[in-house]
């Protein structure tokens, strides 16, 4: 199975990807560029900027991806 694959299967499953747990989950370093690939093919991957703390306690934002409920 491809890295683009596990995204979108993991994306359908109604889970929340980010660049964080996409490596940790999916093995997949390049998250963007996968949801991106995905996007092309014309799936509504839809995003939102979360703001969390780093490992040194600076507030960082980052995508989260999913897709809508009706496409789960």
Do not use: C, F
């Given at each position: 199975?491809?890295?683009?694959?596990?995204?979108l299967?993991?994306?359908?499953?109604g889970?929340?990807?980010?660049r964080?747990?996409?490596?940790?989950?999916?093995?997949?370093?390049?998250?963007?560029?996968?949801?991106?690939?995905?996007r092309?093919?014309?799936h509504?991957?839809?995003?939102?900027r979360?703001?969390v703390?780093?490992r040194?306690?600076?507030?960082?934002?980052?995508?989260?991806?999913?897709?809508?409920?009706e496409?789960?």
């Open positions: 199975m491809s890295q683009k694959d596990r995204v299967q993991y994306l359908k499953s889970s929340i990807l980010t964080l747990n996409a490596w940790d989950k999916l093995g997949v370093i390049e998250a963007p560029a996968r949801i991106h690939e995905l092309s093919e014309g509504m991957i839809q995003s939102t979360k703001q703390l780093n040194y306690g600076e507030t960082v934002t980052i995508a989260e991806w999913y897709l809508p409920r496409q789960v």
